[in-house]
């Protein structure tokens, strides 16, 4: 199986140690104003390569941008970070939530979107020859609201077509049980989708609820606040089985547009330098390390 990067196709036992739910930039202005003229191309570059040129150093190979689409998603500005930094980078397409959709959200069928969405996978976005490697929507907290269940159900025929995974951001564990609804209703295998922010949900039988269903828990809000908080999470997990859906990451970054340079960046570092010896000392296994940062970025991210 391969792994769809910003600069093409590679096996998945390439991936490597890989940082599954980080970003490189955000523009949070709203779709109807968000534009490639609202930052400098090569401040964006010069101001995050050192921050993944820090985490290469620290034994990271594989990178997952979630920033959509109308929220700065920049495919060139990541393919140049890419190979000036040598680490795998994946982008997406899908599209968010209100205010951050555009006026085609509302007017396109859910088969439409379905397909300009596989167009980025199996093409190329907005004219260049970078595909996505996944899809990246959102649900709104509690019962999922009309137009997010339509893109949900535009995600889920996307991966149905091309195999690709969805990553959904996700803090409720409702919005969590009804977005496995659609999928069920697609007749997607619930494997195909990654149940982003789950840290935030603080009902853990949501957890187990999202896990025996079969999609991915993704524990990404990882830091120094909240690190024993995570190793409890990841204790639940593992004491129930299920370690071989589990994804951590840090919800890191970003150059936030419209800051001057980016304003505060919080770096991709803590995960490898600090947690992963916070794991060990608190008697997790390097095995478990390894699954959680290797082996299972590489099965969730592939793609046909």
């Excluded at 120094?224 to 919800?251: H, P, Y």
């Excluded at 010896?277 to 590489?298: C, F, I, T, Y």
Aim: hydrophobic share 40%.
């Amino acid at each position: 199986m391969k792994i769809r990067t910003v600069l093409g196709d590679i096996s998945s036992g390439e991936l490597g140690l890989t940082l599954v739910h980080e970003h490189i930039m955000c523009d949070f202005i709203g779709a109807d104003r968000v534009s490639r003229d609202r930052y400098d191309f090569q401040e964006v570059f010069n101001v995050m390569l050192p921050y993944l040129n820090e985490i290469k150093q620290l034994g990271v190979s594989g990178f997952v941008d979630c920033t959509p689409a109308f929220i700065g998603r920049d495919p060139q500005l990541l393919a140049s970070l890419s190979k000036a930094s040598s680490i795998h980078i994946l982008t997406n397409t899908g599209l968010y939530k209100e205010p951050f959709l555009p006026k085609y959200a509302f007017e396109y069928s859910a088969e439409e979107l379905a397909s300009m969405w596989v167009n980025e996978i199996e093409e190329g976005i907005e004219g260049t020859p970078i595909k996505a490697g996944f899809v990246k929507i959102a649900v709104n907290p509690g019962h999922i609201i009309p137009i997010q269940q339509k893109i949900v159900k535009a995600a889920a025929r996307c991966s149905l077509s091309t195999g690709a995974v969805i990553v959904c951001h996700t803090a409720s564990g409702i919005a969590a049980m009804e977005l496995l609804d659609i999928v069920d209703e697609e007749s997607l295998d619930p494997a195909k989708v990654i149940v982003a922010h789950c840290d935030s949900e603080e009902n853990w039988n949501y957890h187990l609820k999202i896990l025996q269903r079969g999609a991915w828990v993704e524990y990404d809000g990882i830091s120094e606040t909240t690190a024993m908080k995570v190793l409890n999470l990841i204790r639940l997990v593992v004491d129930n089985g299920f370690s071989d859906r589990l994804l951590l990451s840090q919800d890191a970054g970003w150059y936030n547009v419209g800051e001057k340079r980016g304003g505060t960046i919080r770096p991709y570092s803590y995960l490898v330098k600090n947690f992963v010896p916070l794991m060990l000392r608190e008697g997790l296994s390097q095995s478990l390390v390894d699954k959680v940062l290797v082996k299972n970025p590489a099965r969730a991210f592939q793609i046909n």
